[in-house]
């Protein structure tokens, strides 16, 4: 049997991988964390485990900080990100922590199982956009470099605060109301952002700021 963990900061998506092993009798998942902090107390408690599938963002601590933690404090333990998004800085950062394969979240049941066997058998399971991408920043290690130089962008404290309500997928009014702001002060938040990102859509203004590490 192989032991598994879960960490992802959403519950609906939790449930919805598990439920994707479920059709894989070899496979038992031990427990799940919402967060990078959660799991390390539940690894302190027992760490007979042999694979961790790790979402990236999450808040207190995000994946590629635990898996760094995570192969210090237990090398024995596989661990493949999970994620929403084939993001370059977030791979090379991932490979760089020490993560041994790098699958997307949108991934059918046979073949997450078929990437973890892979990883549990040494391999490295990456799906085909994901080792495109890899191939790419091993080839352009001069592209690494350039991650960080990209153009600058400065939201306000606030215009952060309002887009990262935003790429909960809320509306104006429940963003207002978490923030204690009018919807007409939401509205004109997002115009600047829209403005400063210079995107036309929310999907375009999240996926730049989460690009940019903006959120």
Known sequence: MFKIAIVDDNSFLIHAIKEKLSFFEDVVVKHTSINGSELLTKLGED??????LMDIEMPILNGIETTQVVKQKYPHIKIIMLTAFDNDEHIFNAIKAGADGYLLKEINPKELYEGILETLNGGA????SIAMKTLKLLRNPID???LKDKEEISLSTREVEVLEQLS???SYTVIADHLFLSPSTVRKH????????QVHSKIEAVQKAKNHNII
Do not use: R, T, V
């Open 47 to 52: 760490h007979n485990l042999d694979l961790i």
């Open 125 to 128: 399971a990456m799906n085909p």
């Open 144 to 146: 690494i470099q350039n």
């Open 168 to 170: 909960k997928g809320l």
């Open 190 to 197: 997002i115009e600047n952002i829209y403005k400063k990102l």
